[in-house]
């Protein structure tokens, strides 16, 4: 029998008979509770069933696509940002292409004497400030840098879901994770098109959702 018919029929049994014992189950399908307890984790964990005490189960009702949206409302920022890269406003433009190739992304944060957010650089700004230019290394990167009060920004505890739909509104391949302080914002993280990329592949490489 296949693993994920198999969770399928348990799902049908709870539901035609809730409350029932994992050792019911497992009469109704000619296996034994060991046998199943994986599967039964498996439907627990992901909340197609119900069991606080792991010996009853009983049938959520709720579908698929209900668990996946829950799961989405529980991916926060600060599960999956990344390490912000930053550099200080007179920084070179050379400097900043450096430094896109080096830490190999594409989204550079500015910030001021004061180590709080002022800018944020892409790629095409530096490409743009490029052309025609004999010394990247004259031109500061803060005359071409977009700059506050324009900069689209996080915290931690944003919902992924939000952030990506910012992303898409706004244009925009990447975003700052930042923290309030008195004058301004601190930048703790980094949150880009790879990073909401990487969530959907976690999401559907989950095989719990696969029952
Ligand atoms: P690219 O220009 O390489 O396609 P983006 O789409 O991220 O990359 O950037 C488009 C423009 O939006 C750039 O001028 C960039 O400075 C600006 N930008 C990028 N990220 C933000 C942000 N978080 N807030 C405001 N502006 C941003």
């Not at 600060?78 to 190739?101: C, G, H, R, W």
């Amino acid at each position: 029998m296949e693993l994920s018919n198999r969770k399928e029929k348990i799902v049908e049994i709870v539901k035609a008979n809730e409350p029932i014992t994992g050792e019911k189950i497992g009469e109704h399908l000619n296996l034994t509770r060991e046998t199943l307890r994986p599967d039964l984790a498996i439907l627990n964990m992901t909340g197609f069933l119900e069991s606080r005490t792991r010996v009853v189960y009983f049938y959520t009702g709720k579908s698929h696509f209900e668990l996946l949206t829950d799961k989405i409302e529980h991916m926060f920022i600060k599960d999956y940002q990344s390490v912000p890269v930053v550099l200080k406003e007179d920084s070179s433009v050379y400097n900043a292409i450096s430094t896109m190739f080096l830490e190999d992304i594409g989204t550079l944060f500015v910030v001021d004497n004061n180590g709080l957010l002022s800018g944020v650089l892409s790629r095409k700004d530096l490409l743009r400030a490029s052309i025609g230019q004999k010394d990247l290394n004259s031109i500061p990167v803060n005359i071409l840098m977009t700059r506050m009060p324009n900069i689209v920004m996080c915290k931690k505890d944003d919902l992924l879901i939000h952030v990506a739909r910012e992303m898409i509104d706004k244009g925009i391949d990447g975003l700052p994770v930042v923290k309030e302080r008195d004058n301004g914002y601190e930048v703790i993280g980094r949150v880009t098109k790879t990073t909401i990329t990487n969530a959907f592949l976690e999401l559907v490489s989950n095989r719990q959702f696969q029952v």
